[in-house]
Every structure is written in C-alpha cells, then in structure tokens.
C-alpha cells in the first residue's frame, strides 16, 4: 500500500497512465526455502484495495489455468510469466477472463515466435493483448535486451512494454539468489523509448534489501520520480522526431 501509493502521487503529477503490479505468489524461486507468498486469496484482496484506495487499475502473474479466473476477480490484467508465455492452455484461460492479457517474452524465444502467443489469445476470443520484453538468456548467468525485438514485436499491432528491471537479472547464481545489475536500470529505459517502446515495466522498493523477491535489481523508491522525468525528455525528444508512440 505505501508503493502504490507514493508511486501513483508521482505518476499523477507526470501525468503517466499506471498500472500498478504486485505478485500474490510468486512461483518461480531458485530456492524451496524463499519466500512465496502472504496466501492467495488475501494478496488478492491486498492488491484489489490498493487499486481501488488509488484509482488505477492493478496487475498479478498467474502461473495455471485455475488461477486465471481467481486472479480476474481482483485484478484488470493477467500477467503471463516469461516462463510460461508458451503454455496453450494458461493463454487460452487468461483470454476466456475477458481482462486485458500482457505476455513476457520468453527468455529462451525470438521477437518472433511471440505472434503465436499473441495468436493463441486472439483466437480465443480476447483482443486485449500485451507483450513484454524482458530479455534473453545470455550463457548460464545473464541476460541481454535485443531492442530490435521491440519494433519487431510492434508489427504484430499490440503494446510493448520494456520490462526495465527483469531484464537485469542476472539469475542462476551459486547461491540461489537472483543478481541484478539496477545501475543500468536508466539504460535500457531510455534505449526502450528510442526503439517505441510503449510502456515501462520497474520494480521499485522503499528499502530494495528488505524486498522479498528481486532485490538485487529493484530501483530505490526515492530515485523513481527523478528518473522518470528525464525520461518523460527522451519520450517526448522521440515523439518530435515522428516515432510513432
């Protein structure tokens, strides 16, 4: 509730649309021992009440398809995991919600294969469709962002967005603890909005070492604002030039 609302203040007085995400469990842990969650039902609830105290709409990752129709009774997207993002059966349950459905790109996928994640949701009756970039699997230990993929992801006539954050990651490490790189969060924000980029993803955190998921790569709450308006810059700059936002 304090993020959501220290992030929505800001977001209104940039006058940047928000949707505002928080997982009510997060399934994919390196480790049995890590934290997975708070119990469906009343992260669900937690996540509804910070949308409506704050008037914007709110989105969770689903990871099976008897989830979709749970998380859709508290949220208005459906977020479909990197990992997942080829499951036939969670696309199709995400689509029959009728919610608005954004689709991580696999780490492991081209830019291209994601039409037919796209394909799968459209053909199921829901129009409603995002993708997000999150990077691609770099050797054992790290990602990289391929911005073509952005333009290439656009063709398909649906949003993208730069995940700025997750595609940071730098996971598999030893310990069984995900590293990040949060220093180049600003980088690939910026190389998102020149490439057309239609939305940014971040994780932010008032204390990033007191986070339960994704420490090592969360921004620091206080450095959000300012980041964002050089941002709001670059977007603009881009738009003068005639790229189509």
């Given at each position: 509730m304090e993020i959501a609302e220290?992030?929505?203040?800001?977001?209104?007085?940039?006058?940047?649309?928000?949707?505002?995400?928080?997982?009510?469990r997060k399934a994919n842990r390196s480790r049995i021992d890590s934290f997975s969650g708070i119990g469906d039902e009343k992260a669900l609830q937690i996540l509804q009440k910070a949308g409506s105290n704050f008037g914007v709409p709110v989105t969770t990752d689903i990871h099976a398809?008897?989830?979709?129709?749970?998380?859709?009774?508290?949220?208005?997207?459906?977020?479909?995991?990197?990992?997942?993002?080829?499951?036939?059966?969670?696309?199709?349950?995400?689509a029959e919600t009728g919610k608005v459905v954004n689709i991580k790109k696999?780490?492991?996928?081209?830019?291209?294969?994601?039409?037919?994640?796209?394909?799968k949701v459209v053909d199921s009756g829901n129009t409603q469709v995002m993708l997000t970039e999150r990077g691609t699997t770099f050797g054992y230990q790290d990602l990289v962002v391929d911005f073509r993929g952005i333009p290439l992801m656009r063709e398909y006539g649906k949003p993208v967005v730069m995940d700025c954050t997750h595609s940071l990651q730098q996971p598999n490490q030893s310990t069984g603890?995900?590293?990040?790189r949060p220093a180049l969060i600003?980088?690939?924000?910026?190389?998102?909005?020149?490439?057309?980029a239609d939305g940014?993803?971040?994780?932010?955190?008032?204390?990033?070492?007191?986070?339960k998921s994704d420490a090592a790569n969360m921004l620091p709450l206080d450095l959000l604002e300012p980041l964002l308006i050089r941002l709001l810059r670059v977007h603009e700059a881009i738009r003068e030039q005639g790229v189509r936002m």
């Open positions: 220290k992030v929505t203040a800001i977001c209104d007085r940039l006058a940047i649309p928000l949707i505002f995400k928080g997982s009510y398809d008897e989830e979709a129709a749970m998380a859709a009774a508290y949220v208005d997207v459906l977020q479909i995991p990197a990992f997942l993002c080829r499951q036939t059966s969670l696309l199709q349950a995400a696999g780490q492991f996928l081209s830019p291209e294969a994601m039409r037919f994640a796209v394909d603890v995900t590293g990040g600003e980088t690939i924000a910026k190389a998102g909005i020149a490439v057309g940014l993803f971040m994780e932010t955190h008032p204390r990033p070492q007191e986070a």
